[in-house]
């Protein structure tokens, strides 16, 4: 992380849990002298499709959206604010520390502009070596920060919308190899945000209405 920080800031000065390239361009977060770069996805060869600012950018992070780390600059102070880096948790770590970032009161502002690639590898990664233990601890980031929302009084309608989709998300990669997590989650994230049974699909908002029913 050190590096990327390192690399990143050159190219700017110059121009409880289971405890392709991509190319950035610069973001910036004040508050707490962060600044980030938000991905880039090269399809096919293509044209680079820049992701773009976001309106909330909380809201982005809590419904699954998330940069690679080398799209940040990140000042020590802005770590020791958020808490720093949950080395307890084996994968999810940067969507964990985005969204403390983002909870600790840091503004984000975009600056286009590419600065820095992110190599897509094929080979197994943090995230992709044991996808059922990503999505446990994703799961447990995301109930980590809808606790501190609720507690805080933050946890608008934008928020546990946001949180609802990602848990739907993951709920909907389990409907055949674990029914009941899939239905745990699926109910979890319906007693948040309702409204959310309209974005399913017919299938899904089927099975959604009915566990609606049994809550």
Known sequence: ?????????????SDKC???????????MRTVKIFWKAPTVAKNGGAL??????????????????PPPCAFMISRSAVDKAGGWNEKLTSA??????IRLALVGATYVYAPGCQCVYR??????VSTRNVRATDENMVCVLREAGDK?????????????????SLSRIAHKYF?????WYSSLL?????????????????????????????
Request: glycine share 4%.
């Open 176 to 180: 055949d190899a674990d029914f009941e």
């Open 120 to 125: 897509n590898s094929s080979a197994p990664r």
């Open 149 to 165: 929302l609720l507690h805080s009084g933050r946890l608008t309608l934008n928020c546990r919308r946001a949180i609802a989709r």
């Open 18 to 28: 289971r405890c392709s390239a991509t190319a950035a361009p610069m973001w910036s």
């Open 93 to 98: 770590q940067d969507n964990d520390f985005y």
């Open 49 to 66: 499709d820049i992701s773009g600012a976001r309106a909330d950018i909380l809201e982005a992070l809590l419904s699954g959206w998330a």
């Open 1 to 13: 992380l050190s590096t990327w920080m390192t690399t990143c800031y050159q190219a700017r000065s």
């Open 187 to 215: 109910r979890e994230a319906l007693q948040l945000s309702p409204s959310i049974v309209g974005e399913q699909t017919r299938t899904y908002r089927i099975l959604a209405r009915a566990l609606l029913s049994l809550a």
